[in-house]
């Protein structure tokens, strides 16, 4: 703790014009000092700063405080950090009471490993840029996508080069500790090193402050991963950093907004285009950290996803992301763009105007929230109207208590034909508890975006396997040993007991034997089915639900939990592509269930993550059922090795199963004929890896 005392002894020897004054232009206005303000877009001056009572304030958006206020306002920084650099700009050593000597020295030794690390990282930018100039496949390239050597320049694009061991040139001692802690050098179980990044453009990413704290990798030519982020270190956490906030915020200030995008190309891309209020996450879901980093930035927050099932997925964890900081003076908003573009293509194509144009139209939350909801139940049904508002209970609970709450409920009300009064008293009969420890995939959507129980979307992809309520069961296989069995659900085969036959027909499930439901063979709700022994609860796709009780569990999503709950140091390195390639494998909800849990929540241990779930969930009941497993089991050699292998499996039968439908579809369209191609493309690539 930093003494009351001291700070107010540090706010009485520093000039609050003094700090603003190097931020912002000020020119005398009577008693006080004015200036156009840097927290909001104004034309006329409403900021001013006031030499007597040593504040700041603006008329336009109420932004007010002390000289440390500001620097944490405008600079991002923290408390702790903007007293620091202000005692250090007036000559003061902040007190350490309340420290013990092994605190301040376990202090002193976290600042020096930071330092070292940022001087690493700076020394490795400074070879990246000088290789770039040297590359002319790598200019080409950038030539290529549309960009300047200005707007490199401005984000210090780089080049990775393509030997081994180009660090080399640049650091002597090649087995100096610090380049594998600080994620550029990658050392392998037999000792030998070489550079995590190679034939890679790079982007440095820096913090709220601008220093240099990691790197992302775009490979030019044919391999993979397409993109590469730097490991979680003593400096990055791809769960709190956005890649172009630094390079941003004076765009940011001038738009009044941000937009945040998925890539590192996508900023780039719209920074070239005049747009450069844009942001992107680290290639992870959207996090409630990226949230209130953003908040801070701008009152006005547009998510720009791709137009496709992804995209639309990528979106729904940003809102349950956002519920929790929901407040009346914010404004989010999500914007999806036309499905065969990303932000990058679609500003190249149709310019800055089109797509400035695109943000006037896009989506507010509270919008996409009851859309989404209603476009997953049938609505015109009170079952369908029911299980909406049974699934809408825990994100309304997610909101803190405000007017916009209440807007929504009433919206939510009108939705499901219910009176506010009506809906008071269902919300107030079983009051839902927030979802759990961040944000869940969005359930029901496949590849094209399309709800629960719709076919494939038009980019020929499959639709979302597992258990979705009216999607196929894939690649069961017919040995009983190749599930294991959990609760206290008795059903057949891969039936709820009760209903017999017919359960498959062109991706829909149909009705029959026992319970005679013919209906229109896309059941969606969430409501309560009770025919025959089970109580199945028809929540749909892979999220956390399904079967109440006992359900029976396929082999590989078995290893893959085990895998990550033995080795939960593989979740820490997983982004959105491997959530991808995840949302392809037939029942794997589960597993995608544990890493959005354990990213959200930081739990590393199983004891920890069944605290972070849901206690009725299928999710806990799952983990419960393997903790014994777990402590039992030898260590593996290389785990990472082992989920590798498990996901290019996944994709490997993904892609198969992909390509037998459209083979048996004829192949008819131009689109059609390409896809297929680039499948067989990345299957000959996986079959290389070893995959039959």
């Avoid at 569990?553 to 959105?576: F, I, N, Q, T, Y």
């Amino acid at each position: 703790m930093i003494p009351e005392s001291f700070i107010q002894d540090l706010l009485a020897r520093v000039d609050v014009v003094d700090v603003v004054g190097r931020y912002v232009q000020l020119r005398k206005g009577g008693a006080n000092l004015l200036g156009l303000c840097p927290f909001h877009n104004e034309k006329s001056p409403s900021f001013t700063v006031s030499p007597t009572k040593q504040f700041y304030h603006c008329f336009g958006c109420g932004a007010h405080g002390s000289a440390i206020t500001f620097l944490m306002e405008h600079t991002g920084t923290s408390f702790p950090e903007a007293v620091r650099t202000l005692a250090a700009s007036a000559g003061m050593t902040v007190p350490e009471e309340n420290r013990s000597p092994r605190q301040q020295q376990e202090s002193a030794r976290r600042k020096a490993e930071e330092s070292r690390h940022t001087q690493v990282l700076d020394a490795a930018q400074a070879h990246y840029l000088k290789q770039l100039r040297a590359s002319p496949a790598a200019v080409r390239y950038l030539k290529q996508r549309g960009l300047t050597g200005e707007i490199a320049a401005h984000f210090g694009l780089g080049w990775s080069g393509t030997d081994r061991h180009g660090l080399t040139q640049v650091f002597p001692n090649y087995e100096d500790p610090t380049l594998v802690e600080s994620g550029l050098v990658i050392e392998s179980e037999d000792g030998r090193r070489y550079d995590r990044f190679r034939e890679r453009i790079m982007f440095p990413i820096r913090n709220a402050r601008g220093s240099l704290i990691g790197f992302g990798g775009r490979i030019i030519g044919k391999g993979e991963p397409k993109y590469l982020n730097s490991p979680e270190t003593p400096l990055f956490s791809k769960g709190q950093e956005l890649y172009g906030l630094w390079e941003a915020r004076q765009a940011i200030r001038q738009e009044g907004q941000i937009i945040v995008v998925e890539g590192y190309m996508d900023v780039v891309g719209l920074a070239q285009q005049g747009i450069a209020n844009a942001v992107a996450t680290l290639g992870t879901a959207t996090t409630p950290d990226h949230v209130k980093k953003l908040l801070r930035a701008s009152d006005k927050v547009i998510f720009s996803f791709d137009g496709d099932g992804a995209g639309r997925r990528a979106a729904w964890r940003a809102l349950q992301a956002c519920l929790p900081v929901l407040r009346d003076d914010i404004a989010i908003r999500f914007l999806f763009l036309p499905s065969e573009h990303d932000p990058d293509s679609y500003v190249r194509e149709l310019g800055s105007e089109a797509f400035r144009a695109c943000l006037g139209e896009a989506v507010a939350l509270s919008r996409f929230l009851l859309d989404e909801l209603a476009s997953r139940h049938n609505m015109n049904e009170a079952e369908g109207r029911a299980s909406c508002l049974h699934e809408a209970k825990p994100l309304l609970a997610a909101i803190p208590e405000c007017a916009l709450r209440v807007q929504i409920e009433r919206e939510m009300a009108k939705l499901v034909q219910l009176t506010p009064e009506e809906m008071a008293q269902v919300l107030a009969q079983q009051p839902a508890k927030p979802f759990a420890a961040g944000p869940r995939p969005a359930p029901g959507m496949g590849n094209s975006g399309a709800p629960a129980g719709s076919a494939s979307g038009s980019d020929g992809g499959p639709p979302d396997m597992g258990y979705d309520g009216g999607h196929e069961f894939h690649d069961i296989p017919a040995d009983d040993s190749e599930f294991i069995d959990y609760g206290q659900f008795a059903s057949q085969g891969d039936e709820p007991a009760g209903l017999e036959g017919g359960w498959q027909q062109d991706g829909k499930p149909q009705w029959k034997g026992k319970s005679d439901w013919k209906g229109k063979g896309d059941w969606k709700g969430k409501g309560d089915w009770k025919g025959g022994k089970g109580n199945w609860k028809g929540r749909r796709d892979n999220d956390v639900g399904g079967f109440e009780g006992r359900r029976t569990m396929p082999s590989l999503a078995k290893r893959l939990l085990g895998l990550l709950l033995a080795h939960p140091e593989l979740v820490d390195s997983m982004g959105d592509q491997q959530l991808e390639v995840i949302d392809h494998g037939p029942h794997l909800g589960l597993v995608r269930d544990l890493i959005m849990l354990a990213q959200a929540s930081g739990a590393r241990h199983v004891g920890a993550l069944l605290e972070a779930a849901e206690p009725d969930s299928d999710l806990a009941t799952v983990l419960k059922g393997l903790r014994a497993d777990i402590l039992s089991q030898e260590d593996l050699p290389d785990p990472q090795t082992e989920w590798d292998d498990a996901l290019r499996r996944i994709e490997f039968d993904s892609a198969k199963s992909e390509m037998t439908k459209l083979a048996a579809a004829g192949l008819a369209s131009e689109e059609a004929r390409k896809r297929y191609l680039e499948l067989s493309s990345r299957m000959t690539i996986l079959k290389g890896a070893g995959i039959r």
